[in-house]
């Protein structure tokens, strides 16, 4: 399904990797893993296609990535909150989802944010919650937008063990089902199996 | 098209929970153009003359103040980023936002400037074609704008160095929208003028977007 | 098509442009002295004294090859940068980049013997005219490309985001040059015109050709001098570069 091969990438005068290749199938996941500052945000920004590479080629479906058809089937959250502080969980989720074109009811995003520990919270501006509970927010876009191909950089920090062990779950659910997954971590993950790529 | 409302309808209510961001500009407006009377003399015949554009320049500083929140926020706060990955296209949401930029920083301007104008003792067809001329005028400035608010995003000194980018590109707007007043106090046809400046709209409408979003995404890179 | 492709980006990389710039470099110098001489010969010497204007209108051979460069500069640089935006190809928009200070240069020049200009035949050093305040727009909109590109660290990016800014303002002159244009005849009283220039002599004409033809290789021999200058800071960590400056 997702193919990659000859990836390389350079950051100013520094190589960071070359020749960066691996495949991933319904169901399998990747855990990116490397030290500080050995490139593995940047690989996943490559994935994405939010920057381009020095060379290399992705393909998703037999098709040359990023297209529209690769950004419909993704879903990438990276470092930041990528929440609005001024609305609430709930018109966060909802807004997120119109702009992405997916039909989104408020009982799908109120189940979301349930599922998430956040009941209760879903009428409160984003601005009074924990970090962990931004963290939270921003996870629920998982339930409520239908996606096959999970791309998660440092998606375990800033929660709490049952968060950890929810979004573990989660991710387990979504291989079970046939979806994919590339996550990056330092720590070792609570996911069963996956293959592992060192930068 | 749905994504493109939904960028609207977003941007409008992110305002209306930070409601003092918004007029901000608008009283920006307001006390510049009272500060010209106040500069040159109450004296009316010079006061009608340079009305339209004193009004104009206030009107091209006014935007220009709401120009860097314009992706900033978004940019920051890591909602651009997924802007960029969402399967609507990006051309889309930006125009969504550039339309929400006017109708926030924009349209206030096109409302107040009849009350200003009464300040400057211009009669009333006068603040019609005012109106009208900054109806048109306005937003051609926020799509203009956009381009170099996506060009400087996240660039140290971006708020100068967007004025600087900007306000060249805006002297076409300028000169026919205050044109257009001048013209018409002198008794001339405002007509040439109003169609140019819908023109320019037109042509900036179709490409602005557009290079807005090539412009952020080599910010987002 | 694949072969010749290749063959292209091969002649466009850093490392096989910088040696054949620095070749070509002293023909340019070498044409831009010899055609201003000539061309200086030919305004000082040869050209007859107007009769309207006195001596003082010799500064038009340095104006006017100047406000051609300037305006002619604007669209090559932008050509370079859509070319390195479209193609990906480093050396363009080092071209873009290199020829912007020419350009800007050249736009405060106009400037400048413009006032010089104006002020023995109108008694001022600044009127409103169309073309001046085109100029004076042109100028800004160098300014603009270079403060653009100096305030953004990664080069990649500044190279691409000027590319963006010079397409746009290559859109916008000529949009700008009217509209300054119909401003200004609508506001013709209070204006000088300078459309009404006398009729040139055949000799002025040539002065100013071989003005103009000394401005384009000056601007050639600087601009591919810059180029080198930014190809050995961009790539002062590889291998060749090492080689090149020892």
Not at chain 2, 1 to 10: E, K, L, P, S, Y
Request: charged content about 15%; some cysteine; overall charge positive.
């Amino acid at each position: 399904m997702l193919n990659v091969s000859g990836l390389a990438c350079s950051r100013g005068e520094r190589r960071l990797f070359v020749d960066v290749g691996f495949s991933l199938a319904a169901g399998e996941w990747l855990h990116v893993q490397g030290d500080n500052g050995s490139g593995k945000t940047s690989m996943m920004r490559l994935l994405v296609g939010l920057s381009p590479a020095d060379a290399g080629a992705i393909f998703w479906r037999g098709e040359r990535a990023p297209s529209v058809e690769f950004r419909r089937d993704l879903i990438y959250l990276g470092h930041h909150a990528a929440v609005k502080e001024d609305l609430t969980p709930l018109e966060n989720l909802r807004l997120a989802a119109a702009l992405d074109g997916v039909a989104l009811d408020e009982r799908g995003a109120l189940a979301a944010l349930i599922r998430l520990g956040l009941r209760g919270r879903e009428e409160l501006p984003v601005r009074v919650l924990s970090a962990g509970q931004k963290r939270r927010v921003l996870l629920a876009r998982l339930l409520t937008r239908p996606a096959d191909l999970w791309v998660l950089d440092e998606a375990f920090n800033a929660l709490d063990v049952a968060a950890v062990k929810l979004l573990g779950d989660l991710i387990a659910e979504h291989l079970a089902a046939g979806g994919m997954a590339i996550l990056t971590s330092h720590q070792p993950l609570p996911v069963p199996g996956g293959k592992a790529l060192v930068l | 098209m749905n994504a493109f409302f939904a960028t609207v309808r977003r941007d409008l209510l992110l305002a209306m929970r930070r409601k003092s961001e918004v007029l901000t500009a608008v009283f920006f407006f307001v006390i510049v153009t009272s500060l010209f009377p106040l500069g040159i003399g109450p004296e009316p015949v010079l006061l009608k003359k340079i009305a339209p554009g004193i009004l104009w320049v206030a009107a091209l500083l006014a935007t220009l103040l709401g120009l860097p929140r314009l992706f900033a926020a978004d940019h920051v706060d890591g909602t651009l980023e997924q802007m960029a990955l969402s399967p609507s296209p990006l051309g889309l949401l930006v125009a969504g936002k550039i339309l929400a930029h006017w109708l926030l920083c924009g349209l206030p301007l096109v409302l107040l400037a009849p009350v200003l104008g009464l300040q400057f003792d211009l009669d009333a067809s006068a603040l019609g074609i005012l109106t009208l001329a900054l109806l048109l005028g306005t937003p051609l400035l926020s799509l203009i704008g956009a381009i170099g608010a996506a060009l400087t995003l996240g660039v140290r000194g971006g708020g100068v160095l967007l004025a600087l980018l900007v306000l060249p590109l805006y002297i076409p707007a300028l000169i026919f929208g205050a044109g257009a007043v001048e013209a018409h106090i002198a008794g001339l046809d405002v007509g040439g003028h109003l169609s140019l400046l819908a023109a320019m709209l037109v042509l900036a409408a179709f490409f602005a977007p557009w290079a807005t979003t090539a412009a952020l995404r080599i910010a987002l890179e | 098509m694949r072969q010749s492709l290749i063959q292209w980006f091969k002649f466009a990389s850093p490392q096989s442009f910088y040696p054949l710039a620095g070749r070509m470099i002293p023909w340019f110098w070498a044409a831009a002295a010899v055609f201003g001489i000539a061309g200086l010969w030919i305004s000082f010497f040869v050209a007859p004294t107007d009769a309207q204007q006195g001596e003082g209108y010799r500064i038009i051979f340095v104006h006017v090859p100047a406000s051609w460069m300037s305006m002619f500069i604007y669209v090559v640089m932008a050509f370079w940068a859509g070319r390195g935006l479209a193609l990906n190809t480093r050396v363009s928009a080092m071209m873009a980049q290199s020829l912007a200070p020419t350009g800007a240069l050249m736009a405060a020049l106009s400037l400048w013997t413009g006032a010089l200009w104006g002020k023995p035949m109108w008694g001022a050093w600044w009127v409103w005219d169309a073309r001046l305040t085109s100029e004076l727009i042109l100028f800004f909109l160098y300014l603009g490309f270079m403060a653009l590109q100096a305030a953004i660290d990664d080069p990649r990016r500044a190279d691409k985001a000027g590319a963006i800014l010079a397409l746009v303002g290559v859109v916008n002159i000529p949009i700008i040059y009217f509209s300054v244009k119909w401003w200004n005849t609508l506001h013709q009283g209070s204006t000088i015109n300078l459309n009404k220039a006398p009729s040139m002599a055949q000799t002025m004409l040539w002065g100013m050709l071989l003005m103009a033809l000394a401005f384009w290789m000056y601007s050639i021999a600087v601009a591919l001098m810059r180029v080198r200058a930014i190809i050995l800071e961009r790539e002062r960590h590889t291998e060749w570069v090492k080689h090149a400056v020892e």
